[in-house]
Structure formats: C-alpha cells, structure tokens
C-alpha cells in the first residue's frame, strides 16, 4: 500500500541540502535528548506502577542493572543513579540539574532536527513524539480547556477555571445551556 501511495499522494522530495557535518550533529543531540526523554518517561512509569502496587523500588539500582544487560548499555546509566542517589524522590530525570542542562543544551539541534525532518517531508515519530513530551511537560499550562469541556459534557468530569483557585471544580450542564441559548 505504501508503494502505491508513494504514486499517488504528494509532498516534499526529502532532499536536504543543508550542511551534512552540522546536520549530523544535530541528529546526535536530537538522539540524545529524546533518549533522555524516553528514560525519564519509563521512570515516572515505574514510579506511577510502584505507587499503585505498593512496590518500593529503587531506581538508581534499576538504571545500574539495565546497564549490565545486553540491551540496554548507555553511557548514562550511570549519571540516572547519580540523579536518584542525590534525590530518591525526584519526580522526573528532566528536573535534575546533569539531565536539564543536557536537555537544554540539546534541545535547538533537536528542533532544528524535527522541523528540518518535517519541511522534507521525511517521519521522524520518535523525535516528534519526544519533542512534544518535552514541550508538554515543560508548559506551566496547556491550552486544554476544549479537552475539559468535552470531557465535563460526556462525563462529567467538571473543569477548572483560571479565575478561580485551582482546587475549586466546575460543572456545566451543556445541553440544559445550549438550549437556553437557542
């Protein structure tokens, strides 16, 4: 299907004609950075599965004994126990001081390596994927408010409202609303 598709739907040739020693380089700090990204995913995971089955896990330990594995090997295996010895209780590898200044340091390549890969027309998922954690985690708040009212209209769920104090909750009856407005 992809073979026929490639006859029939347009877009970008692909072709990059940019400086390739650079680029290289910026691919090897997108690689690095959605590692981290990756990483500090898979922890928070195992943070959220301890929390729920009451597991007391320890992941400066965890990171040691996937780096004395066959598949995983990375060289900062070791800067994530680093992380964890120094805090225990650290809420996300990208909030300790080594990785947020990799990540920063890294993160101009890694846009420059996305959109590049985007205006050629050229799927990056994992970059993508990575980059948009990243810019989502990093946002003090989110333009969510459709995804609240969607949710408080099928289920309920209520909203917050940003002029009101965050632990106050809200509820609309959307159809009761809707029909008053008609």
């Known amino acids: 299907a992809r073979v026929r598709a490639a006859n029939v739907l347009s877009g970008p040739d692909g072709e990059f004609k940019g400086d390739r020693e650079n680029f290289i380089s910026d691919v090897r700090q997108a690689l690095y950075a959605s590692k981290l990204c990756s990483y500090a995913q898979g922890f928070v995971q195992l943070d959220a599965a301890a ?3 009451g597991w007391k896990l320890n992941n400066g330990d965890i990171a040691m004994l996937w780096r ?3 598949i995983i090997r990375s060289r900062f295996l070791g800067d994530i126990k680093a992380a964890f010895e120094k805090q225990p209780e650290l809420e996300n590898l990208l909030l300790d001081d080594f990785f947020s200044s990799a990540i920063n340091q890294a993160q101009p390549s890694w846009r420059r390596v996305v959109s590049t890969a985007v205006q ?6 994992g970059f993508a994927a990575a980059l948009s954690y990243y810019d989502g ?3 003090a708040r989110l333009p969510a408010n459709l995804l609240q009212a969607q949710r408080d209209y099928f289920g309920a769920h ?4 940003l002029d009101k104090p965050v ?5 609309t009856d959307w159809i009761r609303e809707r029909t008053l407005d008609s």
């Open 51 to 53: 929390k729920e089955f």
């Open 68 to 70: 004395g594995g066959c």
């Open 120 to 125: 050629l027309g050229l799927p990056v998922p």
């Open 137 to 139: 985690y990093r946002q």
């Open 158 to 161: 209520t909203y917050q409202r």
């Open 167 to 171: 632990e106050e909750t809200f509820h």
